[in-house]
């Protein structure tokens, strides 16, 4: 009797020296991914101050080259910005507004720079440099008052959950709908286009809640059996979804599951990540080709592959036709870490709202001789789908062009194929 009551003790202590080790790691994560939703918050409230800035100092200059060096500048940090809002748990409704607002500042200056149309950049400018200035003090503001009470995790995860109306940024979220609309008012292209996109319904068999987390644990075995928390999606999103939040052990994250099919659009998980590499770039893409034939996204090639010292990020897009053309809006981004080689992050939203397709665009050759200045070698050529200014899908020809010039210089060039009209010329050097 006594060695069973020793036994039953010890393995109670045991228990409690786990349960102990269990809550403290969940309490480091807690607090590592705090840190980073907080240095994240100040780096997205220092870019907006010096996007405010630098449209005020653009208003100052009539000489050209004193302004394209600020026109640069706002292309520059407006897509910092998206990019640090884009990796805070905002409401979904706050980070769109932004999104939109400052992407279509940064496209105007991209704009103004390209076709030296200065006069009408200083027209709409000193308008939107005035609501740019009131959105940056509002944004002050409600940051601070988060900062002072305390935002801890569960306050962040709180700040993504709330309506906007709830929300500590819901001025600003006001604010931004209202300058957008009047700052930057959709055009009749762009208004259909829009609408296209939002009225897009997936017409696959509805799934439950727990279709849905078993779905999620057959892609993501790493996380089978962890607490989960799953809600519906509002009513005015474009296609109903299950929004699964789930703890296991050191790790935390999301997953958005399309409730008509069990299409995951989302996925993102927070651990510590350990800079050393365990899997080979070639596992890597053998893994992410497993992973998303295992969710039915099997018609993809891969577009680009970048690392920094934690993960690969990794682009794909849709491939069509008999011509295997990439469809670049219809593309999924992945994040997958490199000591493991697990599942960090997806992005597949643009992927399963699906573009339509027009087959009955024509498809013009082209003399590559005749079209580029001597001395220019077409190293790569491959057929894509990308939108041009009005917002229609139009297929191209993307070529890699390398430009003898005495600086053997490499240019992306995308070329409508039917009209020819050149799209984008990106300097890849």
Known sequence: MKSAIYLLSIAVLALGLYSYEVRRDNTHLQQTVQAQYTNSLTNASEKLSNLQQSVSQSLLFQDQEALEIELDNIWRVSNEFRSTISSLPLSREVSNEWLRYVGNIGEEAKYASENGDYEAWHKRMSVVNQNLQALADEWTVATANFYQNDASITEWASVAEKETNESPFKNVAANLKSYGETDFPLTASESDWLKKRELQNLDDKEITKDQAIEKLELLIPGIKDATYTVTKSKDDAPYPFYHIQFVKGSRIGYADI??????????????????????TQQQIRDQVTEFLNLAGYTDLELVEMRENHQAWHLSLAR???EDKALVYPDGIQVKISKDSGELLGLNAMEYVQKEEINENQKVEPIDWEAFFRPGTKVEEEKLIYTENEAFQLRKCYQVI?????????????????ENHDVLKVEYMN
């Open 258 to 279: 399309t409730e008509k099919g069990g299409n995951i659009l989302s996925f993102l998980s927070e651990r510590p990540v350990q800079e050393k590499t365990g899997v």
């Open 401 to 417: 062009a390398r430009f003898d010039n005495g600086q053997n210089e490499t240019f992306r060039v995308v070329v409508d194929a």
């Open 319 to 321: 491939v069509v036709g």
